[in-house]
């Protein structure tokens, strides 16, 4: 509409029955618009609340695999763990070294190998299995484009 008084605009926007809104009020002149605000903010949450119900929130789950893991509980532990991929979250992967465990970390590396060689199928290694103090640690996301 062009460059007016304020005043002018306010008496424009009321004949209408409307709002008059600063748009960018550090421009000079400042930028306003006539429109009805409550409308606007109404049609604003609406997009929000759209855009927050397609958002996804992953989640990191937890399996504590130990040193002298037998069979039957690794396949346990591994299925578990696909369950949690499954359902796409992802997957840490923990080993605890207690006492004189913590001499032999290439046994708990060759857990933590054959874990991901389990689960290599549905998911792949974020993060490779790492030495942090007394723990190993590995995390697993699920395979996209299935």
Do not use: W
């Amino acid at each position: 509409m062009g460059v007016m008084s304020a005043a002018k605009a306010l008496q424009l926007a009321e004949s209408k029955n409307l709002d008059l809104v600063k748009i960018a009020p550090q421009a000079k002149p400042p930028v306003c618009k006539i429109m009805d605000y409550g409308k606007y903010r109404f049609e604003q949450a609406k997009r929000e609340k759209e855009a927050k119900k397609n958002q996804r929130v992953i989640d990191v789950k937890e399996i504590r695999l130990s040193l002298n893991i037998d069979t039957h509980d690794f396949n346990t532990k591994v299925n578990q763990a696909s369950k949690f991929i499954k359902s796409g979250d992802k997957v840490k992967v923990s080993i605890r070294f207690r006492g004189r465990e913590m001499g032999h970390p290439e046994i708990g590396q060759e857990n933590m190998d054959r874990f991901a060689a389990a689960m290599e199928e549905i998911a792949v290694v974020e993060k490779p299995a790492k030495l942090e103090g007394r723990s190993m640690l590995m995390f697993l996301a699920p395979k996209t484009g299935r």
